[in-house]
């Protein structure tokens, strides 16, 4: 069984600093995670990542993962608008495609922003969900889809954080995450929302969806994004 750790930049990803390498065959970062643990082999981020907050050099195995190598692979998958425009969804789909795996699990990476606590593990920083953005109105109804499009593959998403969460994965720890089972879905409703999803058409090659938003219906989007919920919840 191939499992994947991706790390996000939430204040609990501190919490693995000290974990065994063990159960994690590869462990992909998201932005600046990389700072989390040395013994990352992938680190995901935009093109506008600042460079300074970028490791200024890293081993022979260790790969960086850009727009170039991650805009492809979620295309395949469903593209931007659909599938949600946070790099943690990006990281995810990136792995699924491009590792294969059968478990991915996700620390750091539940997208809730406290007004009154660190939103980072660094400290504060610019909380993408936040922001206004047609791919962004429902973060639970993304992590649906991603659930549902990794479990169509073999794969279980999970999550490791036991904080709020805006994603609706099972939960597991370090010790249960070998255990992890493919989450159940609808497959009629899934099909439904593939469907709908290839009549909107709502998809850009480049993956820069926000210059052409004038052209999605929000109201559509909305429809799908319950239709996703419900091909999670109604088995």
């Not at 790390?7 to 065959?25: I, K, L, Q």
């Not at 990006?90 to 620390?107: D, E, F, H």
Request: charged residues 20%.
């Amino acid at each position: 069984m191939s499992i994947i750790l991706i790390v996000g930049s939430g204040p609990n990803v501190v919490s693995c600093r000290e974990w065994p390498r063990a159960p994690f065959d590869q462990i992909v970062a998201i932005n600046n995670a990389w700072g989390v643990r040395p013994d990352w082999d992938a680190l995901i981020y935009p093109d506008d990542f600042p460079i300074a907050r970028r490791p200024a050099d890293h081993a022979a195995h260790q790969r960086i993962v850009t727009a170039a190598d991650y805009v492809p692979l979620q295309n395949g998958l469903g593209g931007f608008v659909y599938a949600g425009g946070t790099m943690a969804f990006t990281a995810s789909y990136w792995a699924l495609a491009a590792l294969q795996p059968q478990v991915i699990a996700v620390l750091g990476c539940d997208m809730v922003y406290p007004n009154i606590a660190a939103t980072h593990f660094y400290g504060t920083g610019t909380a993408d969900p936040l922001r206004r953005d047609v791919t962004l109105r429902s973060l639970e109804a993304k992590s649906a889809r991603l659930m549902a499009m990794a479990a169509r593959q073999g794969c279980a998403m999970v999550n490791l954080s036991q904080d709020d969460s805006r994603l609706i994965f099972q939960r597991v720890t370090r010790d249960t995450v070998k255990d992890a089972q493919l989450a159940p879905v609808n497959d009629q409703l899934v099909a439904a929302a593939l469907a709908e999803e290839a009549r909107l058409g709502y998809y850009v090659p480049t993956g820069k969806y926000w210059k052409q938003e004038e052209r999605f219906d929000v109201a559509a989007i909305d429809a799908l994004d319950a239709l996703w919920l419900r091909a999670a919840r109604e088995i």
